[in-house]
């Protein structure tokens, strides 16, 4: 069962009871979340099709968020913070100040995915000291490569 509530920042939104199961605190959650979506955009002045430009994506996709409740990519989902300047944390979940902290390196969703870059630059570092950086071309489209035979002359 659906109830009224009242978020901190005057969003209206349906919350689940305590005996509704997880799917439907889910749909809540997600709507909650294209609510917080839809205010900033009014209160940023942007379109549906501004911010498929900030964001280097579909304005079809930015449209099926809204009609079709389609949760947008990780990738997408890392950068629609920093393209409406609001904290990452409230975009999600709605707690916590809205705004983005000025100061820079400060949203954990971002310092996540940096720390995730840095790794796997690490692995590729490693990757290249153990095996070389000779990059070997790939086959020509729609060729097999020629399997490597040994010379047995050695």
């Known amino acids: ?55 280097g994506v579909g304005v079809a996709t930015v449209s099926e968020w809204f009609t079709r409740g389609r949760v947008p990519n990780g990738d997408v989902m890392l950068r629609l913070p920093h393209v409406l300047r ?33 790794y796997l630059a690490r692995c590729l570092d490693d990757v290249t000291r153990r095996f070389g950086t000779e990059v070997v071309p790939p086959p020509p489209a729609g060729e097999e490569p020629e399997p490597e035979v040994p010379d047995p002359q050695g």
């Open 86 to 118: 609001v904290s990452g944390h409230w975009l999600l979940t709605g707690e916590g100040p809205r705004d983005q902290e000025r100061r820079r390196g400060t949203d954990p969703y971002l310092l996540g995915a940096r720390d995730a870059v840095a």
């Open 1 to 55: 069962m659906f109830v009224q509530r009242i978020t901190a920042c005057g969003v209206v939104v349906l919350a689940t009871e305590a005996n509704s199961g997880p799917a439907r605190r889910k749909a809540v959650e997600l709507s909650a979340f294209f609510e917080r979506l839809r205010q900033v955009l009014d209160d940023r002045g942007m379109s549906q099709a501004d911010l498929a430009r900030e964001l």
